[in-house]
């Protein structure tokens, strides 16, 4: 699957079972977040976890980490470069996520989002992805959390 970022050339996004290269792990410290190498690695192992990458000329732009097993299809985390933000990044990774889903036979999206992540919040909202319960006190700072779903459905668009 591709994807065009404006000004660009074409974001390629992979979809993996397992372990990504070297380069993966090397930038992934840098775009900062709970996710490190061994979590990664340590959801992998699990059956039907994914990890999808969006890569352009030979970069990694971004990355999202998902799990479809059943009715519900979950996304663990989603990070894009902090140098390509707001360029689409994060919307090809999901709309691949939406695909890859659906493919397993999900019916719906879930995921987890801290409440003062306004960017991921507004990004979810935007595809599709409602509030359905919040959390308290969820994350061990204190910090609520809303638990957001998407109907994906058996047919239709992925985004
Ligand atoms: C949230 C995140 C993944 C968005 O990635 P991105 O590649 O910039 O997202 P996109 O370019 O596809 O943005 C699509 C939409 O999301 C929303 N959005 C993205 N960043 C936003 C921001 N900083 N402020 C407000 N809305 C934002 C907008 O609705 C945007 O649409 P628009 O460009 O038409 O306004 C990115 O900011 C990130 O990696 N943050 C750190 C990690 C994180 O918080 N992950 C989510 C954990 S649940």
Redesign the pocket.
Known sequence: MSASIPGTSVLSIKVSRFSPDLAFWTVLAS???PWNRGAIESELVLPGTQLVTAEQDGSYF?YLLMRAAGEFAEIF????DPA?????????LLGKCCAEARSNGAQRLV???RTG????I??YR?HGFAVTLVKQRYYADGEDALLMVKEIGTVGKDL
């Open positions: 775009w900062g977040g971004g985390y989603l990070c894009t390509q933000r707001q360029r689409g990044v994060a919307t090809a995921l987890e989002v992540n306004q960017a991921a507004a990004l935007k």
